[in-house]
Nanobody
Framework: QVQLVESGGGLAQPGGSLGLSCAAS????????MGWYRQVPGNQRESVAT???????NYADSVKGRFTISRDNAKNTVYLQMNNLKPEDTAVYYC???????????WGQGTQVTVSS
């Protein structure tokens, strides 16, 4: 069964940068849209950024101009480059992928991003 394996995250200072990556394993070319979501305890999970297989991107207003999502279709991998981080970016970040067959949506295990001085 295909899984999303995340890496990256950790601790950064305000104004700093971190990168996340997420790879589908084994490779799954039924994946269409891939994206990143985040969740703070007690809050709903929110969309951060998404990207289609054709490279069309969408960002939450709170991260526009600071975060960049990209994708390598050949590697079934999605990336999130986070610059100018703010304390309010602190959350568990989840990778998500839509598929053309069941299960139609899959999630990574989550990785912690903490922004603090």
């Amino acid at each position: 069964q295909v899984q999303l394996v995340e890496s990256g995250g950790g601790l950064a200072q305000p104004g700093g940068s971190l990168g996340l990556s997420c790879a589908a394993s084994p490779a799954d070319f039924s994946i269409t849209v891939m994206g990143w979501y985040r969740q703070v305890p007690g809050n709903q999970r929110e969309s951060v950024a998404t990207i289609t297989s054709g490279g069309i991107t969408n960002y939450a207003d709170s991260v526009k101009g600071r975060f960049t999502i990209s994708r390598d279709n050949a590697k079934n991998t999605v990336y999130l480059q986070m610059n100018n981080l703010k304390p309010e970016d602190t959350a568990v970040y989840y990778c998500q992928a839509d598929r053309r067959r069941t299960p139609y949506a899959i999630w990574g295990q989550g990785t912690q991003v903490t922004v603090s001085s």
